[in-house]
């Protein structure tokens, strides 16, 4: 007896899933990365637990799977959270990397603050806040600013 197949918008929707980035937490590893694959990196400033704006541009963009399969083949992903709840602390030495990577790149404290950088950490684009853009325009912007 055949097993029935797949249907298409199935496959296509689980392929989605298995695009899906990770956001690292290393940036000199993201750094390395980078150069070897030939991307850019994309590092992010986020209060993942208090900052409303924040989880809007994750949930309206980051997570969206035209984002998703955009970045999995363009960027390498880095987020610098600062969360406030305390189960959601991250360890001492990516909190300190923070800092740094904060002290460098978000003097201000601006949340969310979402930078292009090239494999050698230069800014290429600038995202502060979130203005409600569209996946498809962002991507856009990233393209734009990558020539």
């Known amino acids: 007896m055949n097993k029935p197949a797949i249907p298409r918008v199935l496959l296509v929707a689980l392929s989605f899933l298995l695009l899906s980035f990770t956001w690292q937490t290393d940036f000199e590893k993201a750094k390395s990365e980078a150069t070897a694959q030939h991307k850019l990196i994309m590092l992010k400033f986020s209060g993942s637990d208090w900052c409303i704006p924040c989880?809007?541009?994750e949930k309206m963009v980051f997570?969206?799977?035209v984002f998703q399969a955009f970045a999995d083949s363009s960027l390498v992903m880095v987020?610098?959270?600062y969360?406030?709840?305390k189960k959601n602390q991250p360890s001492?030495?990516?909190a300190h990397q923070n800092d740094q990577l904060a002290a460098i790149y978000n003097k201000e404290g601006h949340f969310p603050l979402t930078l292009l950088l090239s494999?050698?950490?230069k800014v290429l684009k600038r995202w502060d806040g979130y203005s409600g853009t569209p996946p498809a325009d962002f991507i856009a912007q990233i393209?734009?600013?990558?020539r």
């Open 55 to 57: 989880i809007r541009m």
């Open 63 to 65: 997570n969206t799977p």
């Open 79 to 81: 987020n610098a959270d």
């Open 83 to 85: 969360p406030r709840l």
């Open 92 to 94: 001492k030495d990516i």
């Open 119 to 121: 494999a050698d950490g």
């Open 143 to 146: 393209q734009t600013a990558a």
